[in-house]
Nanobody, 123 residues
Framework: QVRLVESGGGLVQAGGSLRLSCVFS????????LAWFRQAPGKEREFVSG????????RYADSVKGRFTIPRDDSKNTVYLQMNSLTPEDTATYYC????????????????WGQGTQVTVSS
């Protein structure tokens, strides 16, 4: 079974940057997607960014376009979320997830989730 472990969260001032990492166990899927979601207290979980493994489908939520990127390193079984120009509205628990086949933005129908890492942005 695929397992994912996030790291890199912490406390940062507005305008700063953080780089989250998600290490996933080897998968036998012939095609799959990876994504980042986040959830703030009292709010619904929302899509942040995602990629399919071929790299030809990369998506960002409107709220993070131009500020976040989603690099990956296949040799290390790792996907990253590079977060720049952070604002207090980015404060949330961030989760990575994977699923077979195509990338979707819904938080349903994902096959495995990480445990989450907390990001707090102070004003």
């Amino acid at each position: 079974q695929v397992r994912l472990v996030e790291s890199g969260g912490g406390l940062v001032q507005a305008g700063g940057s953080l780089r989250l990492s998600c290490v996933f166990s080897e998968t036998t899927f012939r095609a799959y997607a990876l994504a980042w979601f986040r959830q703030a207290p009292g709010k619904e979980r929302e899509f942040v960014s995602g990629i399919n493994w071929s790299g030809d489908d990369v998506r960002y939520a409107d709220s993070v376009k131009g500020r976040f990127t989603i690099p990956r390193d296949d040799s290390k079984n790792t996907v990253y979320l590079q977060m720049n120009s952070l604002t207090p509205e980015d404060t949330a628990t961030y989760y990575c997830a994977t699923r077979q086949w195509v990338l979707i933005e819904s938080d349903s129908r994902w096959d495995a989730w990480g445990q989450g890492t907390q990001v707090t942005v102070s004003s």
